[in-house]
């Protein structure tokens, strides 16, 4: 185990103790994402986080907070950094806000996020799809789901072996926006190891 590992803790550690007063239906696979994310990262310090879709509003906790947790992860581990991408300005404007106690590990990126990802050139570690929203009109859950899934297929070979990967708003009426990308991660020989509001999957199997 390394020291950060040892740090992060998976019952009373570091994640518990800075958002454990803040439960909320993405709360453990958030956990469990960042403690296999500094698993993966070992003592490396060049760690990379991709996220689509911002923190819109300051500790909107029923939404996630991730770019804060992913922010303060980094900021706390000496992990490496964080590109955030959104498409509006705006919200870029309010994470920046939100997260500006830990925005010298944070590229905020005005950007649309498969654009990005087909342009982006490092290696990803943790990738977070949680871009387009999620609403009740059918034709607007095909076209998130649609997203998703090209949101996946351009960061295909970006991403490290070892990669961790979350999608966002799962197992909502429809299938949730990650229904296609789960279809493709199992075709691919991926597996599901968390399957909540959030879907957790890996690429190799991992010592808890």
């Known amino acids: ?107 905020y990126v005005c950007s649309d996020s498969v654009t990005f990802l087909k342009q982006f050139d490092r290696s990803i570690d943790l990738l977070y799809l949680d871009s387009l929203d999620w609403w009740d009109d059918p034709q607007i859950q095909q076209q998130s789901q649609a997203h998703q899934l090209s949101e996946i297929e351009a960061a295909w070979d970006k991403l490290r072996q070892g990669c961790i990967i979350l999608l966002d708003d799962n197992g909502l009426p429809g299938g949730g926006k990650a229904k296609l990308t789960k279809e493709f991660l199992s075709q691919q020989g991926w597996s599901c190891i968390l399957d909540y509001q959030q879907s957790l999957w890996i690429s190799e199997k991992v010592m808890f």
């Open 1 to 107: 185990m390394t020291s950060r590992s040892a740090t992060f803790g998976y019952f009373g550690g570091w994640f518990d103790q800075r958002f454990g007063s803040a439960p909320q239906a993405r709360y453990p696979t958030f956990k469990s994402a960042i403690g296999l994310f500094l698993q993966h990262l070992g003592d490396r310090r060049d760690g990379v986080i991709v996220e689509t879709g911002t923190q819109r509003l300051p500790d909107d906790w029923g939404a996630g907070c991730s770019t804060t947790i992913f922010g303060e992860t980094l900021a706390t581990f000496d992990g490496g950094r964080l590109w955030t991408v959104d498409l509006s300005s705006d919200n870029l404007t309010t994470s920046r806000h939100c997260t500006q106690h830990v925005a010298q590990r944070i590229e």
